[in-house]
């Protein structure tokens, strides 16, 4: 069953090692260091030969499963679909900021006006 960002109950942490990530994701950890290799969107910080993941990341192995184990995914889809979804954020970014130019020269104009 996926687990998103409300199902998955992270303590009060700003990192994680890998074998906490496989409790909360279910993922063993030869896996999680197989999709780190596969996926860019998993960079954890590695300290001490420790992987350290953040709440981020977490979020992103469990969404990697979802679309994997229940959507039927291939990697190479999975990897496409990671990608698409970020270049779409990036684009709404983009338009909510020129959206906020926008309404600033508006206001501008009003006040101008008034």
Do not use: C
């Amino acid at each position: 069953m996926f687990q998103n960002r409300a199902e998955i109950q992270l303590p009060d942490k700003i990192y994680f090692r890998i074998g906490e990530v496989s409790d909360f994701t279910g993922i063993k950890p030869y896996v999680l260091r197989y999709w780190e290799s596969e996926f860019e969107e998993i960079n954890p910080i590695r300290r001490k030969s420790q992987r350290l993941y953040d709440r981020e990341a977490i979020h992103t192995i469990a969404k990697i499963k979802n679309m994997l184990y229940e959507q039927n995914f291939t990697i190479a889809g999975a990897k496409k679909k990671l990608k698409e979804e970020a270049s779409q954020k990036r684009v709404s970014t983009k338009v909510n900021v020129l959206l906020h130019e926008i309404l600033g020269e508006l206001k501008s104009i009003k006040q101008n006006l008034g």
